[in-house]
């Protein structure tokens, strides 16, 4: 398997570059970040707002390595940052490892619940939050509005102003006509610990348990209901209980003719 | 309006400068001239001009004086001035009263009003020339001195002292390589903050293939206290418009966009007047002066967004997206605007352009100090006795801007720091007065030479303080998308904050310059990566202040209300009332000749009462 990707690089010797990290020199194809190159080779650099599936963001800043050479050093987040021809990269310096411990502080003091911070926080031994907690369970990683535009189609959500006032809403704060209910925004979500929880107020991004019509199918089961966390809404089994049984039986049927 | 004539070739150009160079030079009639930029415009030179235009109405003079209302002539302290021509005679401060004084006597009588000239606080006498004023002779106004001379409306006026002429020597007489080997030898660094040398600048824009290339003026200044770029657009438009048609043309460039923000709305309608004239005139469009070069400008209106002054996030902004910067590399030399190569440079690097062709290289290169050439505008505000723009060569120290341009502190209070640069800048103190100013010595302080703004802090400011106000600004201008910008300027200033409210504890310090520092080093683009600068910059020099407020829980320049107690000294008290009369809080007691007393659980430290004391028996601590 290596060797079958060896040889393809190798087919494609003219678009590939050199570059260092961590003292090792790898190749790579030209319009790769570095963090992509870091992951072919099996080098962990974390990261909480990239997603393979979605565009590259660099808002976290978890994924920052150190580039160039001493005195002339800095950081830039790797997802972001294009594999460069001779470029020297470090993963893991005091620098680095300074910067990223104080970014998983910063995020644990505005969303202290989330698990996928905690871990992070445990593995990097940040132990204590010197700031003043302030829980907004939202790190502003942009996962959602990207998951909602890009792989969704919705653009139903996007940020709401800047600096310290920014936030995660939909056009002009009301139940967005774009939002198709599909919960990709709560599914990707790395800080709302709760996910659903249940109808809020109209400015809430969600609500979708409001809804008269939910995307639910006709017929699931308790994993595919994205509200059973939350204890399941309810709203299919109270509003068509005939059509879901009928279906049922239907497809019931169709399969035993197959099986004939 | 006169219509103007559309200019087909290089030679019409060149024969209408010359006869508006010559109607200028045989023009003998004496010239007001009227500073009206929106800061003489705030102070009233509007109704001056009016109340001018009647009283030459009254005298029949109309054929004999011309008024001329031009923009900003750097002097804001003594706005709204007048400089009368061809004796040079300045007036300061003028009242639309003293209109009719001007032309009976120094129109007519050719005498000169005393009390209408500037007092030398040096040496306490008048002055009248322009040129002897202290303000202006250790300038170099090489960008801004036109100022004074050009209506910004008339495009006539432009031609008259020689403008355009640097476009004809580009377009006429200079290959594109020429040009810009021409600035890259002037030593031109870019005036907007980074200082990169602009030569090299234009250099890749113009290497990087492709048929569509552009360009972009940056005047989205939002420094607080900042008006260099706004006095330019202003006063000179044209001057502006020449610079970004040589560098148009330069690159290879066949679009241009001037971004400028939606608060400047005399800039905007100046610079668009222009933009049309120079259309009507055959400057701009196809076939420039019968060459086969075609440029068009438009203008973008900013909503006001510090973070939009960053290349990438100013660009997203002309696109119409969120202005939130992106990742360099790739710059916008290889992809900007709609993808395309971009160019994008500061108001007053544009403005240097044309004198760089007209005077080739050597016209920059020969001011200023080996890494920075030429001048800069620096808008000099704060406790200074002359708030004003000052155009001076780079290298010149800034004890020499602050006293001898500056004219010193007022009041006759001690210097205490000079913050320059800008919310991203940093302060210098007293014992630095003597620190050249150009772009290497200013990181080296700590700070940065920034777009030009230069705050000057006496004694009573309380740099902790500081901190906090531009940390405060700071938090609402970060674009939000990097949590160690957004998170981190919050954090900072909620520390800083708790520090003045004397909530300060030990560690808090070392705290404040570890997460400081992690702003520098992890943020995306210029904003974070120098949002530390004002935390970092006042805990490196005025350590001991910041230390008196955790310790000792003392503001010693009595600025941190929560730290500070006002009393009275019983000495000095003569019992006048003068207090108990202003206190709103009636936090005074007592009677006429007796000491008064001051009830602190009443004190809401309003400095009323400090104000009011003549005897100096309130004490601040």
Not at chain 1, 121 to 137: C, L, P
Not at chain 2, 20 to 30: D, F, G, L, N, T
Request: hydrophobic fraction near 35%; charged fraction near 25%.
């Amino acid at each position: 398997m290596r060797l079958a990707i060896l040889m393809q690089l190798k087919s494609n010797e003219e678009k590939m570059i050199t570059l260092k990290i961590n003292g090792l020199e790898v190749r790579a194809e030209e319009g790769q970040t570095i963090l992509e190159v870091a992951k072919f080779y099996g080098l962990e650099i974390p990261t909480l707002c990239y997603n393979e599936g979605l565009s590259h963001y660099g808002g976290c800043r978890l994924c920052l390595v150190e580039i160039g050479e001493e005195p002339k050093t800095k950081l830039v987040s790797s997802c972001t940052y294009p594999a460069e021809e001779s470029l020297v990269v470090r993963t893991d310096t005091k620098r680095v490892i300074e910067a990223r411990k104080m970014m998983i502080e910063l995020m644990l003091s505005v969303a202290p619940n989330s698990k996928i911070i905690q871990d992070l926080a445990s593995k990097f031994g940040v132990k204590q939050v010197r700031f003043k907690i302030r829980n907004e369970e939202c790190i502003l990683c942009g996962l959602c509005v990207r998951m909602c535009a890009e792989q969704m189609d919705g653009r139903a959500i996007g940020f709401q102003n800047r600096g310290y006032k920014r936030k995660i809403s939909t056009p002009f704060d009301i139940r967005s006509e774009e939002c198709r209910l599909c919960g990709g925004c709560i599914y990707i979500c790395p800080a709302c610990q709760l996910r659903c929880q249940g109808p809020q107020a109209d400015t809430a991004v969600c609500n979708a348990c409001l809804t008269m019509d939910p995307t639910c199918l006709d017929f699931y089961d308790d994993l595919q209901c994205w509200m059973y966390d939350a204890g399941r809404c309810g709203t299919c089994i109270r509003e068509k209980p005939e059509k879901s049984k009928s279906k049922k039986q239907t497809q019931k049927s169709k399969q035993k003719e197959k099986n004939a | 309006m006169r219509k103007i004539k559309k200019i087909k070739t290089i030679k019409d150009l060149e024969q209408l400068i010359h006869s508006q160079v010559q109607a200028r030079k045989s023009e003998k009639k004496p010239v007001l001239t009227v500073s009206a930029g929106t800061c003489g415009q705030a102070r009233g030179s509007l109704q001056v001009i009016k109340s001018l235009e009647k009283a030459i109405k009254e005298e029949n003079l109309e054929d004999k004086v011309k008024i001329k209302v031009t923009g900003c002539h750097g002097f804001c302290e003594a706005e709204p001035n007048i400089i009368v021509q061809p004796q040079n005679i300045f007036y300061q401060k003028v009242q639309p009263k003293d209109a009719k004084d001007i032309t009976s006597q120094t129109i007519i009588n050719n005498k000169v009003i005393d009390q209408l000239l500037f007092t030398d606080l040096a040496t306490g006498k008048k002055v009248s020339n322009e040129k002897n004023i202290p303000f202006y002779k250790k300038q170099k106004r090489i960008i801004l001195g036109d100022n004074t001379l050009i209506d910004p409306t008339d495009m006539n006026d432009y031609l008259s002292i020689g403008g355009y002429r640097s476009l004809i020597k580009a377009l006429s007489g200079m290959t594109q390589e020429e040009i810009i080997e021409t600035v890259k030898q002037s030593g031109l660094r870019g005036r907007g903050g980074a200082g990169f040398p602009t030569g090299y600048k234009w250099e890749f824009a113009r290497k990087t293939k492709g048929d569509t290339k552009y360009i972009i003026c940056n005047a989205d200044e939002g420094d607080p206290g900042a008006y260099m770029d706004r006095s330019l657009l202003e006063g000179n438009p044209h001057r502006v418009l020449e610079g970004m048609i040589i560098g148009a043309y330069a690159i290879g460039a066949g679009e241009g966009y001037i971004y400028v923000r939606d608060e400047y709305p005399l800039a905007v309608e100046h610079i668009s007047l222009a933009i049309s004239q120079a259309e009507e005139m055959g400057l701009l469009g196809k076939n420039i002066l019968g060459t086969n070069f075609n440029f068009e400008l438009h203008i973008t209106k900013g909503a006001g967004a510090f973070v939009c002054g960053e290349e990438t996030a100013l660009i997203a902004s002309v696109e119409g997206r969120v202005g939130e910067p992106r990742q360099r590399p790739p710059f916008p030399a290889v992809k900007g605007l709609w993808g395309k190569p971009t160019n994008i440079n500061n108001v007053e690097t544009w403005a240097n352009i044309p004198l760089i062709i007209e005077k080739g290289p050597q016209g920059l290169s020969r001011i200023g100090t080996n890494g920075s050439k030429g001048t800069k505008i620096f808008s000099l505000v704060g406790k200074i006795n002359n708030t004003g723009l000052v155009e001076v060569p780079m290298g010149i120290s800034l004890r020499e801007i602050i006293f001898d341009i500056g004219g010193g502190i007022p009041g006759g209070k001690d210097f205490k720091a000079v913050q320059t640069g800008g919310p991203s800048g940093g302060c210098i103190p007293k014992e630095m007065l003597d620190l050249p100013v150009d772009y290497e010595s200013l990181t080296k302080a700590g700070s940065i030479m920034g777009s030009g703004g230069m705050i000057v802090m006496d004694e009573n400011t309380c740099m902790v303080d500081v901190a906090k106000y531009f940390l405060n600004f700071l938090r609402d201008e970060s674009c939000g998308k990097c949590i160690s910008c957004r998170e981190g300027t919050q954090r900072m200033w909620e520390i800083v904050t708790d520090i003045t409210e004397g909530k300060g504890s030990r560690g808090d310090l070392e705290f404040l310059e570890a997460l400081a520092k992690t702003t520098r080093d992890a943020s995306l683009c210029g904003l974070g990566q120098t949002a530390a600068n004002p935390v970092l910059s006042t805990i490196r020099h005025f350590r001991d202040e910041y230390e008196a407020h955790i310790k000792d829980k003392k503001c010693p320049a009595g600025v941190c209300k929560e730290l500070i107690q006002y009393s009275i000294i019983e000495e000095n008290c003569t019992g006048c009332l003068a207090c108990l009369k202003v206190c709103p809080q009636e936090a005074i007691s007592g009677e006429l000749k007796k000491v008064h007393v001051l009830d602190q659980s009443k004190c809401i430290k309003c400095a009323a009462c400090y104000e009011a004391c003549n005897f100096d028996a309130i004490k601040i601590e």
